[in-house]
């Protein structure tokens, strides 16, 4: 398997402090640092980012060179578009860094407002394009300007901008998981055949899944069943020989709630995602956990949650990742413990390959995988992403594969319950 180029963009080691005598003076305009302060990252063609930007009171200290504060994850088509101007610039684009003190709200119902303190830029070059790691920005550097003190940085923002090579599979379904897509391998216009997937339902519950998965099956369900549960859905990943690699089956029925027609957080439906146990033939070794269930409001999301299973038989988890997803209109599930980590409370760790449940830590973190699967309604064929160095052998890509169809099954078994089917449909689900 041969992997596309990816370029990781990151800003992190970020600090803002007033130099000298400015920290203290209301001449700054900053009211010495008493509100938060955020910053707001810019690059044409993404959307905005927004972080918090750590207060350095000593001259002498330095943010931590390995903290990542946010990525941004370019691929071909992005540094052309980058590097080439616009009809309304002149240059090439750049990545801009806005630095505000306060937050946007309000407070006993009096608007507030952010001040923006500078901005920091950095011009997209052509070391963009090399496909090498590059530091471009390493150190302190001021920023704004105070018109009462002759033009002198209001304050200094400290930074780290780095770009790394991060390589990545890519692959895409087919045709919608329940019609037991082939999956192939997208490398520029070739597109190269690499596993098939098996979509099957059974009438009834498994009562030990891990040692009848191998069952023969039945498709399709009792319309009766269907109006209270949704379950016996298995997915099993196939390479080119036709041996089972990977597979994904749902171990918690999807059932609507007490007083609901929905599947709610309260009581979600669970996949569990297995791959072949080296030393048991045809038998299946637990590798992970996806739950999902419907969030409502004014537009209703998917929920999936992704945790990773000890190899250990102790029952241990280890949460990868929790994503809404657009129920209209579909989204995007990832695993990424860079950007997770900075919202989690307890650090997120990446595994060094699909089958590594040990040497977690932050050293490996960043982009794992992605899978951008479709609404409600919309006929999906899951695009997926590998990062190519958690990626050892074929079989780690078909787990990856088995977890994708089973968050792309997840929106179909969220969708609301009906009361009342229409007569002669065809679709149980």
Not at 15 to 35: D, H, Q, T
Not at 66 to 91: D, M, N, Q, R, V
Request: aromatic share 8%; glycine share 8%; proline share 7%.
């Amino acid at each position: 398997m041969d992997p596309q180029a990816f370029i990781r963009l990151s800003i992190g080691s970020l600090g803002l402090r007033l130099p000298g005598k400015a920290i203290n003076s209301a001449k700054s305009g900053i009211s010495a640092f008493s509100s938060p302060c955020s910053c707001e990252i810019r690059l044409r063609g993404f959307p905005a980012q927004t972080t918090s930007v750590p207060l350095v009171s000593s001259p002498e200290t330095t943010p931590d060179i390995h903290s990542i504060a946010s990525s941004f994850y370019l691929e071909e088509s992005h540094l052309k578009a980058l590097l080439t101007p616009g009809c309304f610039y002149t240059h090439h684009a750049c990545l801009e860094i806005l630095v505000f003190t306060g937050r946007r709200g309000t407070h006993c119902g009096v608007g507030i407002k952010r001040q923006q303190i500078g901005t920091f830029k950095l011009e997209v070059g052509p070391e963009w394009g090399e496909g090498k790691p590059v530091i471009l920005f390493s150190g302190w550097i001021g920023i704004g300007k105070n018109k009462q003190e002759s033009g002198k940085p209001v304050a200094e923002l400290h930074l780290r901008v780095k770009l790394d090579p991060d390589p990545r599979y890519v692959f895409q379904f087919e045709d919608v998981s329940t019609q037991s897509p082939q999956i192939v391998q997208l490398q520029g216009s070739i597109r190269q055949p690499i596993f098939s997937c098996k979509f099957s339902q059974e009438r009834t519950s498994l009562v030990d899944p891990l040692s009848s998965y191998l069952t023969t099956s039945v498709d399709g369900a009792s319309l009766e069943n269907e109006r209270r549960e949704r379950k016996g859905w298995k997915v099993k990943i196939h390479d080119l020989s036709g041996s089972a690699v990977a597979a994904a089956f749902i171990t918690t029925p999807f059932v609507p709630s007490t007083g609901c027609d929905w599947v709610a957080k309260s009581n979600p439906g669970a996949w569990l995602i297995v791959r072949p146990d080296a030393c048991r033939p045809e038998s299946w070794q637990p590798w992970g956990k996806l739950e999902a269930w419907r969030e409502r409001g004014i537009r209703d999301s998917i929920c999936c949650r992704f945790h990773l299973l000890s190899e250990e038989n102790d029952g241990g988890e280890v949460l990868m990742s929790e994503i809404l997803i657009s129920a209209e209109k579909g989204g995007e599930f990832f695993i990424d413990t860079a950007k997770q980590m900075r919202s989690a409370v307890t650090p997120i760790p990446s595994p060094q390959s699909s089958g590594d449940f040990s040497g977690l830590g932050p050293v490996s973190a960043g982009f794992v995988m992605s899978c951008r699967v479709q609404g409600e309604g919309r006929r999906s064929k899951p695009m997926v992403q590998l990062a190519m160095r958690h990626v050892t052998c074929v079989e780690d890509a078909a787990i990856f594969m088995a977890l994708a169809a089973a968050v792309d099954l997840s929106i179909v078994a969220c969708r609301p319950f009906r009361r009342k089917f229409r007569k002669g449909s065809r679709h149980s689900f």
